[in-house]
């Protein structure tokens, strides 16, 4: 998931709990409208093609998706609606912003803590459900106040880094990565008590059968040339992984498990030397 770049659709329909719950790899059955969720969808393979926070209000979910895949998902959902139960629309009027928990004054702090979701006339926000302490996530209705103090890009990502939050559009490969090497099991998108949904049995294998050989670790540049976005991590001259997302100083990799027990530091091509976090 992008952090701000995002658009807003609105699905309504007979059944959409049910719906939803068969495509989705979080569980529906914690979503209310009090609580969002984070979740994912899956090819039938199990591997990842998008992600997306849902929201409920009365009888229609919201869903914040990345803006440059948005018509591709409202067209991956309406696969699956066989019967045309489900009608999508985009939300133009809607305007993302975020908001590290620092920058939140203590007045909204006490009204987010009594409501999951705070709604007012012109906004409404909530806890990004997939760390308790990485953002809240404001949505406009009309144009964003001025009197908010929204934090800055930088901010955001040195939050996420650290808190091993993959960005979706940089970290992930569409229809190749397995969200359990990128640390969706542990950001909230993954139920493994709902039952089945497209591209279940795989992503449970790798769970329950000890398969998954790579993780996402937060790393931090030691010296050298900053690695570029999927070039080559090794350790004594074999390859045990690949530089993801940065800022400044710090970044993401994927890195082999059993290279990720070892404390020594990690190289590139660039004569990078990396630490892992």
């Not at 049910?18 to 790899?25: E, R």
């Not at 590290?100 to 409404?124: C, G, M």
């Not at 992930?172 to 993954?190: D, P, Q, T, W």
């Not at 004594?236 to 290279?259: F, P, Q, Y």
């Amino acid at each position: 998931m992008n952090n701000t770049d995002t658009k807003i659709i609105k699905v309504h329909g007979r059944n959409i709990d049910n719906f939803f719950q068969n495509i989705i790899t979080n569980d529906i059955k914690n979503l209310n409208t009090e609580k969002p969720l984070y979740t994912a969808m899956l090819s039938p393979q199990g591997k990842y093609l998008y992600d997306f926070f849902i929201l409920k209000e009365k009888n229609f979910f919201l869903l914040e998706v990345n803006a440059n895949t948005v018509n591709s998902l409202i067209d991956e959902i309406k696969r699956y609606d066989i019967r045309k139960d489900i009608s999508i629309e985009l939300q133009e009027k809607f305007h993302t912003k975020v908001m590290i928990k620092e920058n939140l004054t203590r007045d909204y702090q006490k009204k987010i803590n009594k409501n999951k979701v705070y709604r007012e006339e012109s906004f409404l926000f909530f806890h990004d459900p997939r760390s308790k302490d990485f953002l809240y996530r404001f949505w406009f209705y009309k144009k964003p106040s001025n009197l908010l103090n929204f934090s800055s890009d930088a901010e955001v990502e040195k939050k996420r880094i650290l808190n091993i939050i993959p960005n979706s559009e940089l970290d992930l490969i569409y229809n190749k990565s397995f969200i359990l090497n990128y640390n969706f099991e542990n950001i909230n998108a993954l139920s493994f008590n709902k039952g089945c949904y497209i591209g279940q049995e795989n992503t449970a294998r790798q769970k329950f059968r000890g398969t998954q050989k790579y993780s996402l670790k937060s790393i931090k540049i030691i010296s050298g040339n900053v690695p570029d976005l999927n070039e080559d991590i090794f350790y004594k001259k074999v390859k045990v992984g690949t530089m993801k997302s940065r800022h400044n100083d710090i970044g993401l990799c994927l890195i082999r498990k059993d290279a990720a027990k070892n404390s020594a530091n990690l190289k590139t091509d660039k004569n990078c030397i990396l630490k892992i976090l």
